[in-house]
């Protein structure tokens, strides 16, 4: 499991990193709905990265343990 964690974590830092640099990319539009939209979205991007990094092999391991 520490192998393909390894290798998943890899892999979405590479997707959530690019993913967010393109939202933030809108930031630099003059039609503010969509300058708000990409600040808020490229935000929200690497929150969720963290969050699924954190959580989800804990969460994974409680389950296969206690259910």
């Given at each position: 499991?520490?192998?393909?964690?390894r290798?998943?974590?890899?892999?979405?830092?590479?997707t959530?990193?690019?993913?967010?640099?393109?939202?933030?990319?809108?930031?630099?539009?003059?039609?503010?709905?969509?300058?708000?939209?990409?600040?808020?979205?490229?935000v929200l991007?690497?929150?969720?990265?963290?969050?699924?990094?954190?959580?989800?092999?804990?969460?994974?391991?409680?389950?296969?343990?206690?259910?």
């Amino acid at each position: 499991m520490a192998y393909a964690f390894r290798r998943g974590v890899r892999a979405m830092t590479v997707t959530s990193s690019t993913t967010a640099v393109a939202f933030f990319a809108n930031a630099f539009s003059e039609i503010m709905p969509i300058r708000a939209f990409g600040i808020f979205t490229g935000v929200l991007i690497p929150i969720n990265f963290f969050l699924v990094v954190m959580i989800m092999p804990p969460a994974v391991i409680y389950y296969e343990n206690k259910i």
